[in-house]
Nanobody, 119 residues
Framework: VRLLESGGGLVQAGDSLRLSCGAS?????MGWFRQAPGKERAFVAR????????SYADSVKGRFTISRDNYKNTVYLQMNSLKPEDTATYYC????????????????WGQGTQVTVSS
């Protein structure tokens, strides 16, 4: 299983970005996590295998949207109204079993993509 994130970059506060995560080797419950410098990796959003169920961290609720296209084996994270505190490395993760906001329930991880939001 390989996960490959893309779409990160440097933007200004209030801008939008869309992250993509291409998955090979199967279809899984998927999640996005992020890690800011000096902080632990934290849950951002998750989506079930079917795409019917989603949930978000309180800090991004109403601004971020997770979605998936199972025909393309790709998961997206649409990030709107970005804030400087959203600056982090964003990771997508795949779980064979769990629809979870806990990173230890994920089996596979991408290499991460950097998002930097300037004020």
């Amino acid at each position: 299983v390989r996960l490959l994130e893309s779409g990160g970059g440097l933007v200004q506060a209030g801008d939008s970005l869309r992250l993509s995560c291409g998955a090979s080797g199967g279809t899984f419950n998927m999640g996005w996590f992020r890690q800011a410098p000096g902080k632990e990796r934290a849950f951002v959003a998750r989506i079930s295998l079917s795409g019917i169920s989603t949930s978000y961290a309180d800090s991004v609720k109403g601004r971020f949207t997770i979605s998936r296209d199972n025909y393309k084996n790709t998961v997206y994270l649409q990030m709107n109204s970005l804030k400087p505190e959203d600056t982090a490395t964003y990771y997508c993760a795949a779980s064979k079993t769990f629809f979870s906001d806990i990173q230890y329930n994920y089996d596979y991880w991408g290499q991460g993509t950097q998002v930097t939001v300037s004020s």
